[in-house]
């Protein structure tokens, strides 16, 4: 275990007595009464381990004579001789008991076993096969590949055909199919040459013309270029655009500067009737000013009078509690006093006030009026100043576009001669320009009609030299491929779902039977009273995809896991037992069972029972046993009573090596 860093022993290890590496051999040396004959094998140990079988070993017959025979027909002399053959060999049962735990513990190793034991095994193959073929992805990708087949094929026909399409294009340009030939479309593509050169003439444009057109590809292309090339040169009319851009520009400014200068001449003379109406700002102002020095005179009448009015209330309300004829103020006697006092305080509350009152609202207003006219002029003033401003702005902008203007010259006027004269020289290239678009709409027309008789002439060359690919031979034989590989698939799976349903029904015929074999020798080996206690079966369990086994015991329950070593080992001999009874019963013929040291794990009951299972198994064919000295050998040796030859390994010698000896008959 390399985890561990403990080494272990490997299963089939070799070692090697060169140790320089060199080929690893064995000899057997048979005698007989025609002679000795030596087997030998040997193994290259510096092959590496994936190269061919072939290549790594050797296999050759030496006869007594000195003849070597290699291969195949090594191998027929000795089935001359009378050795087993390759057949006898693959009908054989052999079990290491080393691999003994590994039948029954790996799932795969088991259920290969038990498939055996059930009979199953050639269609357990036969069924895993066609699984392994994976028909439905096959299945897919013949679909795929007949759907992509198809669609190129359509694709190819498409880029074949297109005549009908063609005659269609020139009936709608209003062109007979019939009258259009190869000469007739480059003649046609001449006539359109002649006018475009003609209109180059005309307009003065610089565009490059071809002088004859080699073929109808290369007058498609030049037709559909022209257009855009003729539109590009400026030609006589090249001064169109600067003459626009200059006349846009000048009734832009006009449009602005025309109106302000009126807004200007009216508010200017609204502002100088307004200023001999009613005077300048100064005069205004002052006359606010004069106006608010009246209405705070007014305000200072109004409060001595209400002052008055005061003291005279109080002066009568002194009177009324205390008459008297002397004034309070000066001492002096003032004959009737409080009358006089009486009349003066009802000619104060009375019309003096109002007058005081009517006189300072009429101060009031006309300090309002005043005020209003120095806002309106102010007003009018700025609006004027604003107009005066945008008018200058505008102007600035139109002196740009005359740098060369003397100082007296009316810009205005200028503006308005120019922008004139620019109209009328675009009013005489016009004519000129809609020539152009005329002719180029005309152009476009023809190049419509040039390109559907040269589809046309296309497609009659196509249609020419077409070929109907599901016409061919080759394409039949494809599709007949395609149809008996599609047939296969299907009888593939048909196969497969028959060998499913054979697999169970084999399966379940021979179970009973099998169990009943396997119980028997199992209770050989390991006692009839443990083996009814066990209750032991074999049950299969089929799924869509594959068919497993289990060791079941009488709970039911999966046995393996809970076995020890010696039962794992009567298990794996039962089954082998029962598998060379099977194939001696099914297919009568040789049959060879060979164990190497079965009794490994078991006691001294069991190997009586062991040797009591291999009798009863040579009833059924050939058994070898190889065993080292003790219970099992001489129980074979004394109770078996089945013919029997008992063969020794003489010790091992240098100059001999190992030899086998035969001691009893």
């Not at 990708?141 to 399409?165: M, P, S, Y």
């Not at 040459?193 to 180059?200: C, F, P």
């Not at 004859?212 to 030609?235: C, I, N, Q, Y």
Request: include cysteine; hydrophobic fraction near 40%; charged fraction near 35%.
């Amino acid at each position: 275990m390399k985890a561990s860093g403990l080494n272990e022993r490997q299963a089939w290890e070799v070692a090697f007595r060169d140790a320089g590496g060199g080929a690893t051999e064995v000899r057997l040396v048979f005698e007989d009464a025609e002679g000795d004959l030596t087997v030998g094998r040997s193994r290259t140990a510096k092959v590496k381990s994936r190269a061919k079988k072939a290549d790594r070993e050797e296999f050759r017959v030496t006869t007594s004579a000195g003849e070597t025979l290699d291969d195949e027909d090594a191998k027929d002399l000795l089935v001359a001789r009378g050795f087993p053959g390759w057949s006898d060999w693959k009908s054989s049962y052999c079990q290491h008991q080393e691999a003994a735990r590994d039948r029954l513990i790996d799932k795969n190793n088991l259920s290969a076993s038990l498939a055996t034991l059930l009979g199953l095994d050639d269609i357990l193959k036969l069924r895993q096969a066609l699984d392994g073929l994976k028909l439905s992805t096959f299945k897919r990708q013949l679909k795929d590949r007949e759907t992509r087949i198809n669609q190129d094929l359509e694709d190819l026909l498409a880029a074949a055909g297109g005549l009908r399409d063609a005659q269609d294009t020139l009936e709608r340009v209003g062109i007979q199919p019939e009258t259009v030939t190869r000469d007739g479309s480059l003649t046609e593509a001449e006539r359109l040459r002649q006018r475009a050169a003609d209109l180059k003439e005309k307009l003065g444009v610089e565009v490059e013309l071809p002088e004859r057109f080699h073929s109808l590809e290369e007058a498609r292309t030049w037709a559909v270029d022209w257009p855009a090339k003729v539109r590009a040169s400026p030609g006589r009319y090249a001064a169109m655009g600067g003459l626009r851009s200059r006349a846009g520009a000048l009734a832009d400014s006009l449009a602005q500067i025309e109106p302000l200068a009126k807004s200007a001449q009216e508010l200017k003379s609204a502002l100088c009737q307004a200023q001999a109406e009613g005077g300048d700002l100064k005069e205004r102002n002052e006359k606010l000013k004069r106006f608010q020095a009246e209405v705070e005179v007014e305000d200072a009448a109004r409060k001595a009078n209400s002052r008055l009015e005061s003291l005279l209330r109080d002066a009568a309300g002194l009177l009324d509690v205390k008459p008297s004829e002397t004034c309070p103020v000066c001492a002096s006697d003032v004959p009737k006093l409080g009358q006089r006092v009486q009349e003066r305080l009802a000619g104060v509350a009375s019309k003096l006030t109002e007058a005081l009152a009517e006189s300072h609202r009429q101060a009031c207003e006309r300090v309002d009026v005043a005020r209003r006219h120095v806002e309106d002029l102010k007003e009018l003033q700025g609006k004027v100043a604003g107009v005066r401003e945008r008018l200058e702005a505008e102007t600035a902008k139109l002196t740009g576009q005359f740098p060369e203007r003397n100082e007296g010259d009316d810009l205005v006027a200028a503006a308005r001669a120019e922008r004139e004269r620019a109209r009328k020289a675009i009013a005489e290239l016009q004519p000129l320009q809609d020539e152009r678009d005329r002719a180029l709409e005309e152009h476009d027309k023809g190049r419509n009609k040039l390109k559907a008789m040269s589809e046309y002439v296309q497609a009659l060359d196509r249609e020419s030299q077409r070929v109907d690919v599901q016409d061919l031979p080759g394409w039949k034989a494809f599709q007949a491929a395609l149809d008996r590989m599609a047939g296969l698939i299907v009888d593939c799976e048909a196969l497969a779902s028959l060998a499913k349903d054979l697999l169970k029904e084999r399966s379940d015929r021979n179970v009973t039977r099998v169990n009943s074999s396997l119980d028997k020798y199992y209770s050989m080996i390991a006692g009839k009273k443990n083996a009814r206690a066990r209750g032991m079966r074999i049950k299969p369990h089929a799924t869509a995809k594959k068919m497993s086994y289990k060791v079941l015991g009488a709970d039911g329950n999966d046995l393996v896991p809970i076995l020890n070593q010696a039962s794992l080992n009567a298990i794996s001999m039962a089954i082998l037992f029962a598998q060379a009874e099977d194939f001696q019963r099914e297919r009568p013929g040789p049959c060879l069972l060979v164990l190497d040291d079965p009794e490994q794990s078991l006691d001294a009951e069991h190997v009586a029972g062991l040797a009591n299972a291999i009798e009863q198994a040579a009833c059924h064919g050939t058994v070898l046993v190889g065993a080292t000295p003790g219970r099992l050998a001489e129980r074979i040796r004394d109770y078996v009573s089945s013919p029997k030859r008992l063969i020794h390994l003489n010790e091992w010698g240098r100059d001999t090596g190992s030899t086998i000896q035969q001691t009893e008959g």
